[in-house]
Nanobody
């Protein structure tokens, strides 16, 4: 039973860096062939995939956010983190962490999600 939980400040000032941590229980973030992802949803808008870190440690980012996004992990704590720099009010959203599976050239989708955490960018 995999569980994910987001944590971090709910308020960030413009131009600062948004930092969130996803704590995973019930499964290792180094297990083949899972990818640990960040997705966000601005108020009234759709879901936006931001990026992911693979079981191997490789990272992947949305082209639109790549320049501002960094995903890392701490395997000793079974956690992965999101850092989004130079934030603006348009970055206000509910941020989710999730697990994705890709194996044998088949994409299994996102099977486990955190509950999400609202981050507001405002001065």
């Amino acid at each position: 039973q995999v569980q994910l939980q987001e944590s971090g400040p709910g308020l960030v000032k413009p131009s600062q860096t948004l930092s969130l941590t996803c704590t995973v229980s019930g499964g290792s973030i180094t297990t083949n062939y899972y990818y640990w992802s960040w997705i966000r949803q601005p108020p009234g808008k759709g879901l936006e995939w931001m990026g992911a870190i693979a079981y191997s440690g490789s990272t992947y980012y949305s082209p639109s956010l790549k320049s501002r996004t960094s995903i890392s992990r701490d395997t000793s704590k079974n956690q992965f983190t999101l850092q989004l720099s130079s934030v603006t009010p348009e970055d206000t959203a509910v941020y989710y962490c999730a697990r994705e599976a890709l194996a044998d050239l088949y994409y299994y989708g996102m099977d486990y999600w955190g509950k999400g955490t609202l981050v507001t960018v405002s001065s």
